[in-house]
Nanobody, 128 residues
Framework: QVQLVESGGGLVQAGGSLRLSCATS????????MGWFRQAPGKEREFVAG????????GYADSVRGRFTISRDHAKNTLYLEMNDLKPEDTAVYYC?????????????????????WGLGTQVTVSS
């Protein structure tokens, strides 16, 4: 059974930091792109950050570029999202996803529809 399990969320004050983790099991995603998305109450799920299969290519939403860093550790089958200088508008449920699509060595996707597997999410709340 394929599982993606997020952890590391919580309540933090504005300006603080959190590190999210996404542990995968049931199959290997070491050859596939992965990403982080988030969904705030009343809003659609939105792209946060994506990473290609080997971590050499990354992409970010404009709202988080320069504050968030996505990375992955193949040995631990884990995806990470380092979040610094958090703002109240970062409050959301954060989801990790894995895509089975391959579109070249630098491929990652900003489109949630291209992701085949999702975790259940972890809540991040940033107080002002």
């Amino acid at each position: 059974q394929v599982q993606l399990v997020e952890s590391g969320g919580g309540l933090v004050q504005a300006g603080g930091s959190l590190r999210l983790s996404c542990a995968t099991s049931g199959r290997s995603f070491s050859s596939h792109a992965m990403g982080w998305f988030r969904q705030a109450p009343g809003k659609e799920r939105e792209f946060v950050a994506g990473i290609n299969w080997n971590g050499g290519t990354t992409g970010y939403a404009d709202s988080v570029r320069g504050r968030f860093t996505i990375s992955r550790d193949h040995a631990k089958n884990t995806l990470y999202l380092e979040m610094n200088d958090l703002k109240p508008e970062d409050t959301a449920v954060y989801y990790c996803g894995a895509t089975l699509r391959y579109d070249g060595p630098n491929y990652y996707s900003r489109d949630s529809h291209e992701y085949a597997y999702w975790g259940l999410g972890t809540q991040v709340t940033v107080s002002s």
